[in-house]
């Protein structure tokens, strides 16, 4: 079976620009999370999707969104990008609604400048 | 009442010692506790998990210990190998999310 798929791995910004990752779960599982991963904040949960609803979300501004397709894909959106943006999105997935396994992707590592 | 404190930050260990990672956390409707493994360039990988119904989990050379009371729990890894370097993460969560909080990490170097 193949893992959670991220695109693009790598990308660069200028700061006010927007940008749309991209995250392919495992197939079968519905739930997809996202994360943020900085040095200096660790692991920040950013909001969590199930068959197409948001169901939970972290304390991150309203630049920061998400949508999850029919197909369990997912979608997050930074708008209006800052510098402190900067950090490595971690998308993952997993089989059921309830706490339990989740699933890594590789993440993609955005840096604006 | 969400966080979970994770110690220490850096952990040096002799191949085939014991490798010990401490956490705990405030809020007692955490039911889930996973320890996750990330290498360099790569995302976190689930290593071990825990609910609170036991004190102790094994797979292989890793065991996680829970005190329940304490709200405590830690990550033992036994005859460590340089391969075990990596940054280890506990976590928690609870309930029907899939929202996982982190703990800020442990990064282990195992030296030959």
């Known amino acids: 079976k193949a893992g959670v798929t991220q695109t693009p791995r790598y990308l660069i910004k200028t700061r006010g620009q927007q940008v749309t990752l991209s995250c392919s779960p495992i197939s079968g599982h519905r739930s997809v999370s996202w994360y943020q991963q900085t040095p200096g904040q660790g692991l920040q949960f950013l909001f969590e999707?199930?068959?197409?609803?948001?169901?939970n979300k972290g304390n991150f501004p309203g630049r920061f969104s998400g949508r999850q397709f029919s197909n369990s894909r997912s979608e997050m959106n930074v708008s209006t990008l800052e510098l402190g943006d900067s950090a490595l999105y971690l998308c993952a997935s997993s089989s059921m609604p309830q706490a339990g396994e989740q699933y890594f992707g590789p993440g993609t590592r955005l840096t604006v400048t | 009442q969400q966080q979970v404190k994770q110690s220490p930050q850096s952990l040096i260990v002799q191949k085939g010692g014991i490798s010990i990672i401490n956490c705990a956390y405030e809020n007692t409707a955490f039911d889930y506790f996973p320890w996750y493994q990330q290498f360099p360039g790569k995302g976190p990988a689930l290593l071990i998990a825990i609910r609170p119904d036991v004190s102790e989990k094994k797979e292989g050379r890793f065991t996680i210990s829970f005190n329940k009371s304490a709200k405590q729990f830690s990550l033992h890894i036994m005859d460590s190998q340089p391969g075990d370097s990596a940054t280890y993460f506990c976590?928690?969560?609870?309930?029907?999310?899939?929202?996982?909080?982190f703990g800020t990490g442990t990064k282990l170097q195992v030296i030959p």
């Open positions: 999707y199930f068959s197409e609803t948001q169901r």
């Open positions: 976590a928690a969560s609870m309930g029907g999310y899939q929202k996982v909080t």
